[in-house]
């Protein structure tokens, strides 16, 4: 059974800071692009951060403001998203995403092989 089961969402003041995970299961992340989507509520689920890498070349990242990191452990077959001084505006579920032999990010939604089911974050104080 092929899927990704996220976790790490949780209630964070403003100005705090939160490190989502990603697990997949089923195959392996080395073939994959990987991505975080935000979804809040009642907007469209956008992309915040994507990594790719062909071949043994150095991995490419995006991010959106400077204050989302995306990482990945091979080994683990696990992704990492790391989310410092967050704001009321980053509050949604946020999705990890798989796109097989991605070359560019940000990940397309029409491309993506595999999502998550989600993990809560609210910012509040």
């Known amino acids: 059974q092929f899927q990704l089961v996220e976790s790490g969402g949780d209630l964070v003041q403003p100005g705090g800071s939160l490190r989502l995970s990603c697990a997949a299961s089923?195959?392996?992340?080395?073939?994959?692009?990987v991505g975080w989507f935000r979804q809040a509520p009642g907007k469209e689920r956008v992309a915040v951060a994507c990594?790719?890498?062909?071949?043994?070349?150095?991995s490419d990242t995006y991010s959106v403001k400077g204050r989302f990191t995306i990482s990945r452990d091979t080994a683990k077959n696990m992704v990492y998203l790391q989310i410092d001084n967050l704001k009321p505006e980053d509050t949604g579920v946020y999705y990890c995403?798989?796109?097989?032999?991605?070359?560019?990010?940000?990940?397309?939604?029409?491309?993506?092989?595999?999502w998550g089911n989600g993990t809560l974050v609210t910012v509040s104080s």
């Open positions: 995403a798989a796109e097989k032999y991605a070359s560019r990010c940000p990940l397309s939604v029409d491309g993506i092989n595999y």
């Open positions: 089923g195959f392996s992340l080395y073939y994959y692009g």
């Open positions: 990594l790719y890498q062909i071949l043994e070349n150095p």
